[in-house]
């Protein structure tokens, strides 16, 4: 079973950026398609961005395409998202997600992590 820790969120002005890291154990981390997700207080966990085996095709949604950019380092077993130009609905509690078949894109599916919290302010 893979294990997923999430880490580098936090508190960050608006306009702001910040790293997410989600370190990968117990099963070999480049057989795992990667995704991040994010759940906003009182909404639904919804898609953000995903990332391929190899790290060749990544996927976003359209509020942080441009935005936002995921990444993975095989060698390190951690996929990153890069956020840039932070808005304040970008507030929410993001979680990584593994799937040895399919690219993220839903939540019904996959090993998740416990999430990070991500505060964006005036």
């Known amino acids: 079973q893979v294990r997923l820790v999430e880490s580098g969120g936090g508190l960050v002005q608006a306009g702001g950026s910040l790293t997410l890291s989600c370190a990968c154990s117990?099963?070999?981390?480049?057989?795992?398609?990667m995704g991040w997700f994010r759940q906003a207080p009182g909404k639904e966990r919804e898609f953000v961005a995903a990332?391929?085996?190899?790290?060749?095709?990544?996927n976003y949604a359209d509020s942080v395409k441009g935005r936002f950019t995921i990444s993975r380092d095989n060698a390190k077993d951690t996929v990153y998202l890069q956020m840039n130009s932070l808005k304040l609905e970008d507030t929410a509690v993001y979680y990584c997600?593994?799937?040895?078949?399919?690219?993220?894109?839903?939540?019904?599916?996959?090993?998740w992590g416990q999430g990070t919290q991500v505060t964006v302010s005036l």
């Open positions: 997600v593994a799937d040895p078949i399919l690219m993220p894109r839903s939540t019904n599916r996959g090993t």
């Open positions: 117990g099963r070999p981390f480049s057989t795992y398609a």
């Open positions: 990332i391929n085996r190899s790290g060749s095709i990544t």
